[in-house]
């Protein structure tokens, strides 16, 4: 199958180039970029006149609901939902049901999704077994299976001894391990500590939950010399300790969710549990700090947090609602929206979805390490399309994910993918 993508503006992060050109894609890898050869013969000419042609959005934290909550997401939905979004490569965090803890588990879960042909599916294997905080598990068959890290998910470890072992583990044999900061006893409330919490008679978490975690992490990274992740920064203080831990040398990277990069606890109102969420929604000067953190470099990547919660979970009193949102289908749209109110160039902006992400991951991408990310001659042919000039009214209802819950809908946002595509497959056409 051979495709050309005809007019549009190419935009790759990483080498810089972004100017109008022809892509020629080849089965599954990139064939040509701008100088596209007189014999090349495509069966499918995509017109990409007024739109952006990028590498495919690459997304660290999606639930995809399976195995174990089918009536919240299924895999087919929610890799629908991801390539409707531009969204080429996931990666999943392991508390399904059951817990991605063993190696089957992985394997049926990556040979599911691929079946699908839609999005890519990289997992991440539970760190401790059944996320239960006490035995590590078989880090080697896990990775061997699939696994690109190994995480406790929204599981805090309350034992600091075992999470010192896992890292030590975790640093022999260069795995990356992927931790939310959330100290376990400060981390139980619904809402962010701060007066409308206050007032609202909600229980708060205060940024202490996250900054005495971090501070744990950090210096046992020191000791054991091992490479973490961490999830979902939500605080200025936490911006903070991570800058600080990047200039000292430590091998950490960090993403934040697009809720917490546009919303703040304010827009809980009249406890709108769409505003339920983990980490909770924070204090404007958080807000702007992650946005200046995420664009100064000292955070490295925008997630979706996409999380599918079914209808009656979120119509409960919002201290007792499931937290979480949709939000795959809102990436790309809200990293513009970003962008544009900060002032940051579209190319950076891009990179925060693309090639920042993927090399998060690194190595553990397998033969997708050398181009995911970015749009690369011989490369794997995964590409968006999108008119950044098109704007679009969030209906929740509209959006293809199982779960219609997010804090965004009603509002209008910039950029509308046209097509993606996955190992030169067309997964999606608008």
């Not at 990409?48 to 690459?58: D, E, F, H, Q, S």
């Not at 190994?150 to 072992?165: C, D, G, I, M, W």
């Not at 992650?290 to 925008?302: F, Q, S, V, Y």
């Not at 679009?392 to 219609?404: D, F, I, M, T």
């Amino acid at each position: 199958m051979k495709i050309l993508i005809q007019g549009g503006r190419v935009i790759d992060p990483v080498s810089g180039f972004d100017e109008k050109a022809d892509v020629a894609i080849a089965g599954s890898a990139i064939a040509a970029i701008k100088n596209i050869a007189s014999d090349f013969s495509p069966d499918t000419v995509i017109d990409a006149r007024g739109c952006i042609v990028m590498p495919g959005l690459v997304d660290l934290s999606v639930r995809l609901r399976e195995p174990g909550h089918e009536h919240e997401g299924m895999l087919a939905s929610e890799m629908a939902a991801a390539t409707a979004g531009g969204v080429t490569s996931v990666v999943c965090p392991p508390d399904t049901e059951p817990v991605l803890d063993e190696a089957g588990l992985v394997e049926m879960l990556r040979y599911r999704a691929e079946r699908l042909n839609l999005a890519r599916v990289f997992p991440l294997g539970a760190l401790t077994r059944n996320l239960e905080g006490e035995v590590l598990t078989e880090m080697l068959q896990l990775t061997q299976a699939g696994c690109v890290g190994f995480s406790q998910a929204e599981v805090p470890l309350a034992n600091t001894q075992v999470l010192q072992r896992a890292l030590q583990y975790a640093s022999t044999f260069g795995y990356t391990v992927w931790l939310r900061p959330q100290e376990m006893h400060l981390g139980k409330g619904v809402a962010a500590s701060g007066a409308l919490a206050t007032r609202l008679g909600l229980s708060g978490v205060p940024v202490a939950a996250e900054t005495i975690a971090l501070h744990t992490i950090f210096e046992l990274m020191r000791s054991t010399g091992a490479r973490v992740h961490l999830c979902r920064i939500s605080s200025a203080a936490g911006v903070a300790l991570v800058r600080q831990a990047k200039a000292d040398g430590l091998p950490v990277s960090c993403d934040v969710s697009i809720n917490s990069l546009h919303l703040t606890d304010v827009d809980i109102g009249y406890f709108d549990s769409r505003m339920r969420l983990n980490p909770p929604l924070r204090q404007q000067r958080d807000r702007d700090a992650l946005r200046a953190g995420l664009a100064d470099g000292t955070i490295d990547a925008l997630v979706s947090d996409h999380t599918p919660v079914d209808e009656d979970a979120k119509a409960l009193p919002f201290a007792e609602s499931e937290p979480g949102a949709t939000g795959l289908e809102l990436l790309l749209s809200l990293a513009c929206k970003w962008a544009q109110d900060s002032g940051v160039a579209l190319p950076r902006a891009l990179a925060t979805v693309t090639s920042q992400p993927a090399s998060v991951v690194g190595s553990a991408l397998g033969p997708l390490a050398v181009s995911a990310g970015r749009l690369l001659v011989g490369g794997a042919a995964d590409v968006c399309v999108f008119d950044p000039d098109a704007a679009w009214v969030v209906e929740p209802s509209a959006l293809r994910s199982q779960g219609h819950h997010t804090p965004f809908g009603g509002y209008e946002l910039p950029g509308r993918v046209r097509a993606t595509l996955v190992g030169g497959h067309l997964a999606y056409a608008a």
